[in-house]
């Protein structure tokens, strides 16, 4: 997460809140893991910087899933 929230930061961002809900059984097994830790976080940026961190996410092997999603306000 630390990683996730210096990418936002440098790329002109702000994390406005980090929500760790911890470790939860998964709905079914991804890559034969059983578990998962689960982080819901609220940050603003361009969304020209949204596609760069989607396609961090997907190359990183720390996070085997992930959802973006864009909330108007």
């Not at 609220?42 to 973006?68: I, N, Y």
């Amino acid at each position: 997460m630390d990683r996730i929230s210096q990418f936002i930061t440098e790329s002109g961002g702000s994390v406005s809140n980090v929500e760790k809900w911890g470790k939860k059984k998964l709905a079914y097994p991804i890559k034969q893991f059983t578990e998962g830790n689960y982080v819901l976080a609220r940050f603003k940026m361009k969304p020209d910087s949204g596609k760069e961190l989607e396609a961090s996410l997907q190359l990183s092997e720390e996070v085997f899933r992930h959802l973006l999603v864009r909330l108007d306000s």
